[in-house]
């Protein structure tokens, strides 16, 4: 294969943007690392200048989407991660944590770097891995070349499946699901391991793409042919590398004559559900006898529930592993089960097949819809009256005037509930298929992070608009806090009492994030001359919004439509000094990386009005990447000697259910699955010192939000 003569190309050979990019730090000693389609970021420091030559990316032994090579002495990383360690023929060596040190001697050897983006180090050499409390050193001794590759963490489907209406064929579509999983070992428990369902349109005929693998025939999900039972089987379908057949009575079945009845109805969704919890968890504690042995906390908590070896089941047939686990009784292991990253409320229509790739691939549990239509809350309504600025609405007027009722769904204790269907829900996400397509077609880019900040609340010679001093301090707040990380480039933009057609052209413009604040109504957002109806734009160019101005929903739904992967909206009236404190508290989470169902859960938690608040469309996209990868927040209370800590972890769409995360506090040498609350710690006042300074996270102390580095010991 041939390259391009200039080392930092960002064009490949077929003339498009690399998804992955290497440059040298301008400036500076050492290789900045770019992931172009998420918008992800990593240094490289060094202690001499060096050029990175592209290389082919067989040369180096772990799967790459690039890879250069460079020639230094050592390298260090600007934050803690862990660091595995695999020799000549990939075999797991050892692990560096933090605050450790180990030395290898002369060999050839494969780092893997857990950092923002997935890295690759490849070399021969004699080696010392070390970490402070902050950052991680790799010295090489002598200067040596070293090849480096880099994974991008964007999946899409590679082929689109067509199904018609008639549930038969939409079995037949399911099927296909599993095609896109790079492994049947406990290995597809990580989130890179599992590649994203072929796409799926709703046409005349069914047409399956010849070169779609079929399904493991030795696992078979029989199920009723029905959309209800269809929509609830997909992620098990996918996850399972199943065949699906339509059956009367529903069943799991091996080819070694196992069988498993599902049960019909509810029934058959609550026995899915579990078996996808049950077979996922037991697949992480089983893969770490294979190429990943962390010392897995949930591993130390089941493993003697087990009567199989686990070395011998890391190595069993797909089919025979499954039939194992259900030896196991799902009552032991479901304490120890991560909180699951999202249920999906399903309107069983025919439309929404096409939802389901993209649900299934973030492991959904998937649950008829069921809610009561209701007007808003009395408790929400007495909120508003106390401080009403507008006058009361219970629905809203969706595309084409066609209203939309709210509903209050029936909610399991998942991250994030999506409601997939008409109706506006009370305490769920309201998701859009056109947000998941729009986030497919996300396309590399140069740019560092564009925010966008839109203030039309102040034009003393318009009538449409007040004096709003409140709104004036959320324009502030957010100019601070938008690209306040000094590891990460962001470009802001504000604009200031804007008309309609300046609006739409801000509306229209590529940027990242959209922060608007200011006036909004039923007909749209009031500019100084009139109001704009974001029903009326054909596209708009932000990935992502946030309205914090009353009654915004409409408008957001019309944004997600238009181009828009998703945001947070509001879903009646606020009240000024609250949606200034929203503003700030979820501006600096989107900040840190946390994703937009995150930010909302977190940040409604803590404001008066903040069950005002919804967010419409990919509720698991993120604006920018986490500092330590996996995104946390952390509740601290005082204790007899010295302080409780409690971590909580959010899935994100780059480090999905199956990511493991090490707490970085001295007694600690345990990972965890991410995903909800972890162990409560108990440290010294040293220890929560120590652990307040690693990384500005979010914490709760007395229901009140603050943050790690703005946080003193005596305020504890």
Known sequence: MGFSNDPYSSIDESGRLKDVLFVPIEGGYGVEIFDRIDRHQYLLWTPNIVSPEEIDNSQI?????????????????PTVVPVHVRDETGSFVSSVEQSSSKTFCQGIYHLELFAPIELSLQVESAITVSSSLTQTYID???????????????????ETVTTTDDPQDMIATISTFASALKTQSPERSFPSNRGHPPAVKLGK?????????????????????NYRSIYAAAPLVYYLGADAVPAETPKLVTESGFQYTLGTGGQFEKAVEKILKQVFFLDCIVRTEGAHPVDLHEHQAVEPYFDYDLTSLYDCPPAERLEAYFD??????????????????????????????????????VRTSRGQEISPPNEQKALINEFLRNGDDTQYQSREGVAEPYIQPELNNSLENIWIGNGIPLGANKALLEAYQNRLGRRPTEDDIDVTVVYNGIDLSSPLVDVDLNMNHERDIVDEVYGSRSDFPFGITVHQNLTVEELRSVLQTPT?????????????????????????????????????????YRQGYHLVQAGSIGGIATLGDLVDNEAVKMGKTVARLLNRGFPLYAAHEIAREVILLGGQYIVIGDGGFSIVQAESSVVNMCE?????????????TYPTGSYGMGTVFIPYIESNNEY???????????????????????????????????WSHDINIEDL
């Open 61 to 77: 032994s772990s799967s790459v989407d690039a890879a250069v090579s460079i020639t230094t002495n050592a390298i260090t990383l």
């Open 140 to 158: 090489f001794g002598d200067e040596t070349e070293v090849l480096i590759g880099a994974c991008s963490d964007h999946e899409q489907p590679t």
């Open 205 to 225: 005929e069914l047409h399956i793409p010849t070169n779609i693998e079929h399904s493991d025939p030795d696992i078979r999900l029989e199920i009723p042919a």
């Open 328 to 365: 196991i009784p799902f009552s032991v292991i479901e304490p120890h089960i991560p909180d699951w990253m999202v249920t999906a409320h399903v309107d069983p229509e025919p439309e929404h097949v096409e939802i389901l790739p993209f649900i299934s691939h973030r492991l959904a549990v």
């Open 512 to 552: 990242n994030f959209l922060h608007y604040i200011g006036h909004i109504d039923d007909e749209g957002i009031q500019c100084t001359d009139g109001v704009l109806d974001a029903a009326t734009l054909d596209t708009v160019g932000m990935d992502a919004f946030f309205l914090n101005a009353c009654r915004s």
């Open 636 to 648: 601290i209370k005082s204790a007899d000697d010295g302080y409780e800590v409690k971590i909580k």
């Open 672 to 706: 965890y699955l991410i995903g909800g609350s972890l162990d409560t710690f108990n440290l010294s006042t040293e220890e929560v010192q120590q652990f307040l300074l690693l990384e500005d996270i979010p914490i709760q102390i007395e229901g009140k939000l603050r």
